[in-house]
T-cell receptor
Framework: GNSVTQMEGPVTLSEEAFLTINCTYT??????LFWYVQYPGEGLQLLLK?????DKGSNKGFEATYRKETTSFHLEKGSVQVSDSAVYFC??????????FGKGNQVVVIP | AAGVIQSPRHLIKEKRETATLKCYPI?????VYWYQQGPGQDPQFLIS???????DKGSIPDRFSAQQFSDYHSELNMSSLELGDSALYFC??????????????FGSGTRLTVV
């Protein structure tokens, strides 16, 4: 299939803590991988991407590395801020120009 | 920079009514995609257009139709609305029909509520 799996449940952490959100994908073909962020009441914003194995996407302090051997694309940030509170979606490309999304993770950063 | 514009932002309709959602892509983008995001769900692909022709079709109900016009804007027409159609509808655009390789740009969405 063309599925994307994200870790279950919301993530609550304190400001300046280290954030990790796990994402794995089915190894069908050689997809491009993405993280999108959705702030409350807003649309999906592309946070970062990686188009081939071992690529590292980075933006606004967030990073994710395309790991073909573990079919993973985990999102990390070293020191989160309250403004990072949002829902984060992992996604992969598939088919004729589609994106398949994971279920999303609500991240709540407490001051 | 100009983004993808969707209108309206919010729409309330009654069951069995019709709704039309509009999407204006980023200038010079020729490809438009529609996604549906139910409450607490991940976005699901509905349909896409490249150069005014349907390029791909996903899980779009037969009650829905869409098209892309000569100015590249797109409209999603939804008839015989059901309660389950209540969702956030996103439009995205890209250039050259290869958006999923590099990531599309999404609009802010239209929130449709069917009552």
């Amino acid at each position: 299939g063309n599925s994307v799996t994200q870790m279950e449940g919301p993530v609550t952490l304190s400001e300046e803590a280290f954030l990790t959100i796990n994402c794995t994908y089915t190894a069908t073909g050689y997809p491009s991988l993405f993280w999108y962020v959705q702030y409350p009441g807003e649309g999906l914003q592309l946070l970062l991407k990686a188009t081939k194995a071992d690529d590292k996407g980075s933006n606004k302090g967030f990073e994710a590395t395309y790991r073909k051997e573990t079919t993973s694309f985990h999102l990390e940030k070293g020191s989160v801020q309250v403004s990072d509170s949002a829902v984060y979606f992992c996604a992969r490309s598939y088919g004729n120009n589609r994106l398949a999304f994971g279920k999303g993770n609500q991240v709540v950063v407490i001051p | 920079a100009a983004g993808v514009i969707q209108s309206p932002r919010h729409l309330i309709k009654e069951k069995r009514e019709t709704a039309t959602l509009k999407c204006y892509p980023i200038p010079r983008h020729d490809t438009v995609y529609w996604y549906q995001q139910g409450p607490g769900q991940d976005p699901q692909f509905l349909i896409s257009f490249y150069e005014k022709m349907q390029s791909d079709k996903g899980s779009i109900p037969d009650r829905f139709s869409a098209q892309q016009f000569s100015d590249y804007h797109s409209e999603l027409n939804m008839s015989s609305l059901e309660l389950g159609d209540s969702a956030l509808y996103f439009c995205a655009s890209s250039s050259g029909g290869t958006g999923s390789n590099y990531g599309y740009t999404f609009g802010s969405g239209t929130r449709l509520t069917v009552v």
